[in-house]
């Protein structure tokens, strides 16, 4: 309810509004005074105070609405995720929908970094320091710094399926004097199953000049209140596909596919250049198809090169690597590819990538018609 007081009152009297006037310039003690009065005593309700200064008018409003949610925006009501308990990391659930799942009815890896991309936005502007979608802090936008990826690593040991909830859990650190590394890790909301990992590596570069440049102590204050306070790893392991380099394709790839163009509505991001997920689709693109009937993949490691941009037109070329893996289940199940990424025309590398892929259960054998 809304109580206004007349246009030529210059004070509140204790009658009227329960205030002294010397609660009007300490909105939050006059707040607390009122709840009681207008009924918005419980933890459920919300007094607003609108001060008019002409004419020193107080108005006081009981909302009944919860106080936490209306500090929110509709989108952080409804978004399943929040930090940890700590505030060094943070956790988000989503429900794989009917269009990210491909011919096996689960989840496509692109779908998949696409959600890993979801829960790092979340993530920062959840610290509150990020008002970008890019983990910008105030500084970095100030000089005309973003951070961009140079390398993701995904492991994938189980797909969900269409209505499978996930969790994902996600934490960044700090990687020598210009970068970040950022962790994932998926689980099977309903089993805590480890569905998979994932790893990233971004560094700050000059909006402007797309040159890198090195993170400053003041902006290192900025995000590293919000970063574990002992290094924590998604692939904690001596030695992990996360580290492998990547040899560059030299020989002629014996799969190709030429001519791939930006997809505008759904590739470009807000930097207008091409979001990283694309590359990993252009990637699979030149895949042979009888390994896709056949196999899933299993693990992704791509470097990024260079930037692309929405004219760019790409070439994807892939040929089969000696598999050199130590899988249990002996190597009839499991091959690995080397791909490279390049422009069309002067044949600028954009982008190399090593994949492994493991046989398909016999009951996800799909076969495209």
Not at 126 to 145: E, I, N, P, V
Not at 298 to 323: A, F, L, R
Request: glycine letters at 6%.
């Amino acid at each position: 309810m809304m109580l206004k007081l007349p246009w030529s009152s210059t004070t509140l009297s204790s009658s009227s509004c329960n205030a002294a006037s010397s609660d009007i310039s300490n909105p939050k003690a006059l707040i607390k005074k009122q709840c009681r009065l207008f009924g918005a005593a419980s933890s459920s309700s919300r007094l607003t105070i609108s001060t008019r200064p002409r004419n020193d008018a107080v108005s006081c409003e009981a909302a009944e609405y919860s106080s936490a949610s209306s500090e929110k925006s509709v989108a952080d009501r409804l978004r399943q995720g929040s930090l940890t308990e700590d505030g060094l990391s943070y956790k988000e659930k989503f429900m794989v929908r009917c269009y990210e799942v491909g011919i096996n009815k689960t989840a496509t890896v692109d779908s998949i970094a696409n959600l890993l991309q979801e829960v790092a936005c979340n993530h920062v502007q959840s610290c509150g320091y990020s008002t970008d979608g890019f983990g910008t802090t105030t500084t970095m936008r100030k000089l005309h710094l973003i951070w961009v990826a140079t390398r993701m690593h995904i492991e994938i040991y189980k797909y969900p399926a269409r209505s499978d909830v996930v969790e994902i859990e996600s934490w960044f650190e700090s990687k020598g004097r210009i970068g970040i590394r950022r962790d994932w890790i998926l689980k099977d909301y309903a089993t805590h199953e480890v569905l998979g990992r994932a790893t990233g590596k971004f560094v700050m570069i000059n909006q402007d000049t797309r040159k890198p440049t090195k993170v400053s102590d003041d902006v290192r204050k900025e995000y590293l209140g919000f970063s574990p306070r002992e290094p924590r790893l998604a692939f904690p392991e001596e030695k992990n596909g996360s580290l492998k380099e990547i040899a560059k394709l030299k020989d002629a790839a014996q799969y190709s596919r030429l001519g791939l163009v930006p997809r505008r509505a759904a590739d470009l991001d807000m930097n207008q250049h091409v979001n990283n997920v694309a590359y990993i689709r252009w990637v699979l693109e030149s895949m042979p198809q009888e390994i896709i009937d056949t196999h899933e993949l299993e693990t992704i490691t791509i470097d990024y090169k260079e930037e692309c941009k929405e004219d760019d037109v790409v070439d994807s070329h892939t040929s089969p690597e000696p598999y050199n893996g130590t899988a249990a289940k002996g190597k009839e199940d499991y091959c690995q590819f080397l791909h490279l990424l390049t422009l069309s025309g002067d044949g600028l590398e954009i982008g190399r990538c090593y994949t492994d892929w493991r046989k398909k259960p016999t009951r996800q054998a799909y076969h495209s018609v």
